[in-house]
């Protein structure tokens, strides 16, 4: 109503200027395009580099930023970078900052800001202590010197506090460390960071990427349910280095499902995944947290960093099992790089690892559906059978973490962490009544004993404990795993549930997977190990039972050890990953009416053997069977048909 007569005050005159002015409009696009963005670098997903405030600080020096951008730049795609402004009280001088933009723009990158909230990071990662007004001050000012730079900027791991000064105490209170610090921090988010930078820029879009411990997060302040509806967007650190080695011991199959898990917290609006190369002692785990990052379907990849991309290639990092045609292979990386103007170089650092990775994992990606995985839950900030989800993983269930009880699949997957649930009984029995199977672990019935579990079935997970080699699954023979296996002992009333695996010792035995029916479906107990990786201990044939029982939504499963990954997608395909050191040979089931495979990669085409129904597993229809070898710390990819 107030816009028309302001339209017809329009004259004919003008109207023309602006018919005019829109006909060269598409010029004016077409010119700001060519000095704006290259074109991407591969077809399924975008490329950063993340550069910290030391090395951005560096870059007053041109020479040496043509030097390291070269270098780095031809041996992988780039289609985006982070310059960070702040890091261990390091402030990049706004001069250095704002050339550093222009050179990267020049390239034809996407730049974006980034900031680290440590005070010392060598010193056990010291954040800011945001109960201190000074941190508060420096804080904020931070944040709204990098709006002032870019439209987009990302937070470092760090928007945490583990502060314990006597300001903390006393402004704790009498809260619990986990309630002060996911209050403190959440209005920390907002008063500090999100609210002063709009006020500077408001197109800034803050994007907050969370590290790869999501399990303790809000120990320290992190804040899984407030945070992604707070922030823009978030961030998966998808680092996760060296089981044994690292301190922090994340199972490799967590690169992949904590972008699952942070998808289903932030639908669409999680920005990609983040590897770092540190921690390595064979240069496949490099590739290998990359690709697991994309087979999550990550829509950008992050290399950290600037500086470590140019660290040399250790020819130490060559692997034992190179040369048996792996999905990394080493010599092939070390192939002379083809440039656009024709001239070839020698890779020369890490950088090409990366990209050797993103050029073949790029050629079957846009192949692959959505991942699909069972359902796991996991209230927010609950702890408990920390991790387990990813151990599960390596045995080869395709796992999926959501953060709100699931209704749907004839399947899920309770962990102990489940318990924080104060109505999880009786969603239980809900899912039970309505027909849909619940799967818990040990740990998670201890944790509901006396809590209203013995109302479905009446269990006792005892305080004595079991060593075991042996064990039976189903009707078949006795197994044997190549280690002993500390188990929990759980007592049932006979004929009231059913072993469906049961581990055995001396003369007698306990159960492994258990089944108890109630109304409509069925309650199944998986006895966790005191130690989990020793799940990867339970023999073949006992890991068989499980993935059959588990995977009975899912139109195909396999038959194999332990580190073996199956990735799961809607639309008929799927991969299988090997984190073993030698080939192992595993056995696809499939169920009709698959009859072929086809390797994506290879391309060579798979029959199917008939096979009988699994009687045991209550299974009705043929399945075919495909055996498959995969070489060590290796994928292949299939489509079915
Ligand atoms: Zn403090």
């Known amino acids: 109503m107030v816009l028309a007569p302001i339209i017809y005050l329009v004259t004919h005159h003008q109207i023309y200027l602006m018919k005019k002015v829109l006909c060269l409009l598409p010029l004016v696009f077409f010119l700001i395009g060519i000095s704006a963005q290259q074109p991407p670098s591969y077809k399924n997903f975008t490329v950063s580099v993340y550069t910290r405030a030391y090395e951005v600080r560096d870059m007053a020096d041109q020479k040496k930023l043509e030097d390291s951008w070269n270098l780095i730049s031809q041996q992988v795609g780039i289609d985006k970078i982070y310059l960070e402004t702040h890091r261990d009280l390091v402030i990049v001088p706004e001069k250095v900052l704002t050339d550093a933009i222009k050179f990267f723009k020049s390239k034809?990158?996407?730049?974006?800001?980034?900031?680290?909230?440590?005070?010392?990071?060598?010193?056990?990662?010291?954040?800011f202590c945001f109960s201190n007004p000074e941190h508060r001050k420096k804080a904020q000012e931070i944040a709204?010197?990098?709006?002032?730079?870019?439209?987009?900027?990302?937070?470092?791991?760090?928007?945490?506090?583990?502060?314990?000064?006597?300001?903390?105490?006393?402004?704790?209170?009498?809260?619990?460390?986990?309630?002060?610090?996911?209050?403190?921090?959440?209005?920390?988010?907002?008063?500090?960071?999100?609210?002063?930078?709009?006020?500077?820029?408001?197109?800034?879009?803050?994007?907050?990427?969370?590290?790869?411990?999501?399990?303790?997060?809000?120990?320290?302040?992190?804040?899984?349910?407030?945070?992604?509806?707070?922030?823009?967007?978030?961030?998966?650190?998808?680092?996760?280095?060296?089981?044994?080695?690292?301190?922090?011991?994340l199972q490799q199959y967590e690169s992949?499902?904590?972008?699952?898990?942070?998808?289903?917290?932030?639908?669409?609006?999680?920005?990609?995944?983040?590897?770092?190369?540190?921690?390595?002692?064979?240069?496949?785990?490099?590739?290998?947290?990359?690709?697991?990052?994309?087979?999550?379907?990550?829509?950008?990849?992050?290399?950290?960093?600037?500086?470590?991309?140019?660290?040399?290639?250790?020819?130490?990092?060559?692997?034992?099992?190179?040369?048996?045609?792996?999905?990394?292979?080493?010599?092939?990386m070390m192939k002379p790089i083809p440039l656009k103007d024709g001239k070839t170089i020698l890779p020369s650092t890490i950088a090409r690892a990366a990209g050797v990775t993103f050029e073949q994992v790029d050629q079957f990606l846009g192949f692959l559906g959505n991942p699909e995985g069972i359902k796991s839950y996991r209230p927010f900030h609950a702890t408990g059978e920390d991790f387990l989800q990813n151990y599960l993983g390596m045995i080869g269930i395709p796992m999926d973490i959501v953060p709100v009880f699931p209704t749907d699949g004839s399947m899920i997957l309770l962990t102990e962490s489940a318990k924080f649930d104060p109505r999880l009984v009786q969603k239980i029995k809900d899912r039970l009544q309505s027909g849909k199977n619940v799967m818990i672990t040990s740990g998670l019935l201890r944790a509901l004993q006396g809590k209203?579990?013995?109302?479905?079935?009446?269990?006792?997970?005892?305080?004595?404990?079991?060593?075991?080699?042996?064990?039976?699954?189903?009707?078949?023979?006795?197994?044997?795993?190549?280690?002993?296996?500390?188990?929990?002992?759980?007592?049932?009333?006979?004929?009231?549930?059913?072993?469906?695996?049961?581990?055995?010792?001396?003369?007698?035995?306990?159960?492994?997977?258990?089944?108890?029916?109630?109304?409509?479906?069925?309650?199944?107990?998986?006895?966790?190990?005191?130690?989990?990786?020793?799940?990867?201990?339970?023999?073949?044939?006992v890991l068989n039972r499980i993935r059959s029982v588990i995977s009975r939504d899912l139109n195909l499963r396999f038959e194999g050890p332990s580190q073996v990954s199956l990735f799961y997608y809607d639309n008929g395909t799927f991969i299988l990953h090997s984190f073993l050191p030698e080939p192992v040979t595993v056995k696809i089931l499939a169920k009709a009416p698959i009859t072929r495979l086809t390797d994506l990669l290879s391309k060579e085409s798979l029959a199917g053997m008939v096979v009988k129904p699994d009687f045991f597993n209550r299974e009705s229809v043929a399945l075919q069977s495909f055996e498959i070898t995969i070489q060590p710390h290796s994928y292949r990819v299939f489509q079915t048909k």
């Not at 010197?145 to 945490?160: C, G, Q, S």
């Open 108 to 127: 034809g990158l996407q730049v974006a800001g980034g900031i680290t909230f440590t005070i010392n990071e060598s010193n056990n990662f010291e954040t």
């Open 144 to 249: 709204e010197f990098t709006a002032r730079h870019f439209d987009e900027f990302i937070l470092d791991d760090f928007f945490f506090t583990s502060c314990k000064c006597d300001l903390c105490i006393k402004a704790k209170g009498d809260m619990s460390w986990t309630d002060y610090r996911l209050k403190l921090m959440t209005e920390a988010a907002a008063d500090l960071v999100i609210n002063p930078a709009k006020a500077v820029n408001p197109r800034v879009k803050v994007i907050i990427k969370y590290p790869n411990w999501y399990k303790h997060f809000q120990g320290l302040g992190f804040n899984l349910e407030t945070g992604p509806n707070m922030f823009d967007g978030i961030y998966t650190g998808t680092e996760t280095r060296d089981a044994i080695s690292s301190d922090q011991h």
């Open 256 to 332: 992949y499902l904590i972008i699952r898990y942070f998808n289903n917290l932030a639908p669409a609006r999680n920005g990609g995944g983040w590897v770092d190369p540190f921690g390595l002692s064979y240069m496949d785990r490099y590739a290998e947290q990359f690709w697991l990052t994309l087979f999550a379907k990550a829509p950008e990849i992050t290399m950290f960093d600037y500086r470590s991309l140019q660290s040399p290639i250790q020819k130490n990092l060559k692997a034992p099992w190179q040369g048996t045609g792996t999905s990394f292979d080493f010599d092939a």
């Open 452 to 541: 209203g579990i013995e109302d479905i079935v009446e269990l006792t997970y005892t305080d004595r404990k079991a060593l075991v080699t042996d064990f039976r699954a189903g009707w078949g023979k006795n197994c044997k795993s190549s280690q002993e296996i500390l188990i929990p002992q759980i007592n049932y009333l006979t004929n009231d549930s059913w072993e469906e695996i049961s581990a055995l010792k001396g003369a007698t035995g306990w159960p492994i997977l258990h089944r108890a029916q109630y109304s409509k479906a069925n309650l199944y107990v998986l006895t966790i190990p005191d130690n989990f990786s020793d799940l990867y201990q339970y023999p073949a044939e």
